[in-house]
């Protein structure tokens, strides 16, 4: 597609998303009340099985500009992608169990075999920068489900294969699947 088609197309779709802001989700929290019952936040999959992410405050939905707070729930069996981030990311497990696969390796050229850390209820760990990781609900009875803290948003996340794909052919995934409806938008105001 040239440059120009692409140009007229990002503009078109500006042009009509600002003509249904008031009623579109990605802004800032201006209009929001200070206090929010999660039961009632917008939870999806984003077409994977096992997954409910609800983001509680973002970058691009609520305008956030320092971390973001996801609250995410893996089904029995189901997991993240190996994947890294050039964030610093914090979990802190509601329920359920797991295992927490980590490689840190991120100065080899690939992952490499990961250690394996048990996960449970009320157990924390964070994730170093760019080092590579997967989550699992290794629990046959009931779901892991864990608040997300995240640095630096909206998250650029390298995906991969397998632990032995090198870092220069992961896969980037951005926006990542939440962030993709709101990141056409534009800013809603400088920092300044």
């Known amino acids: 597609m040239s440059r120009?088609?692409?140009l007229v197309a990002l503009l078109v779709t500006a042009l009509y998303l600002s003509s249904i802001a008031d009623g579109y989700p990605c802004s800032s929290t201006e209009g929001l009340p200070l206090v929010r019952n999660i039961s009632e936040l917008t939870q999806n999959s984003y077409g994977r099985p096992?997954?409910?992410?609800?983001?509680?405050a973002g970058?691009?939905?609520h305008g956030m500009k320092e971390v973001e707070v996801w609250l995410q729930t893996f089904a029995s069996g189901s997991h993240t992608p190996i994947h890294r981030h050039s964030c610093e990311e914090v979990f802190v497990v509601i329920k359920?169990?797991?295992t927490l696969y980590l490689?840190?390796?991120s100065y080899s050229k690939y992952p490499g075999n990961p250690q394996e850390f048990p996960i449970f209820s009320n157990s924390t760990f964070h994730i170093?920068?760019?080092?590579?990781?997967q989550i699992?609900?290794?629990n046959k009875e009931e779901d892991l489900q864990f608040l997300v803290i995240v640095s630096r948003p909206p998250v650029k996340v390298f995906i991969y294969d397998d632990w032995h794909m090198p870092h220069t052919a992961a896969k980037l995934k951005f926006p990542y699947y939440w962030d993709e409806e709101c990141y056409l938008m534009p800013p809603t105001k400088d920092e300044l």
């Open 4 to 6: 120009r088609l692409v």
């Open 50 to 56: 096992g997954l409910s992410h609800m983001t509680i």
């Open 59 to 61: 970058s691009l939905l």
């Open 96 to 98: 359920g169990s797991g």
């Open 103 to 105: 490689a840190s390796n």
């Open 128 to 133: 170093p920068v760019n080092d590579a990781h």
């Open 136 to 138: 699992w609900n290794t």
